[in-house]
């Protein structure tokens, strides 16, 4: 649907790189949680996958999705989440 094609992973502690899984990543993109029409143009695909538009800014995208991740509880502090490109 969208043009840009996302990898969203949470990396862990040591490093390490995993897909998030699309249960999270549909959670964060209904817009009544986010409550920011910048994350409109979103859509979750799979695990770790997210199509966007070309006006979701990345680093706010990244920002937001880990805040949410975090508070959702699916984040430890230790880790975070890295959104990359196709």
């Known amino acids: 649907m969208f043009i840009r094609k996302l990898r969203i992973e949470r990396i862990d ?6 897909a998030c899984p699309i249960k999270w990543i549909d ?3 209904m817009r ?5 029409a910048i994350f409109d143009d979103t859509l979750p695909v799979a695990d770790g996958l997210l199509e966007a538009g ?5 680093d706010r995208l990244q920002t937001a999705m880990q ?8 984040l430890t502090p230790e880790e975070h989440v890295r959104i990359q490109p196709l």
């Open 13 to 18: 502690p040591e490093g390490q790189a995993h």
């Open 27 to 29: 959670n964060f993109a």
């Open 32 to 36: 009544n949680f986010t409550n920011s």
């Open 54 to 58: 070309y006006r979701v800014p990345l």
């Open 67 to 74: 805040d949410w991740f975090r508070r959702k509880g699916y």
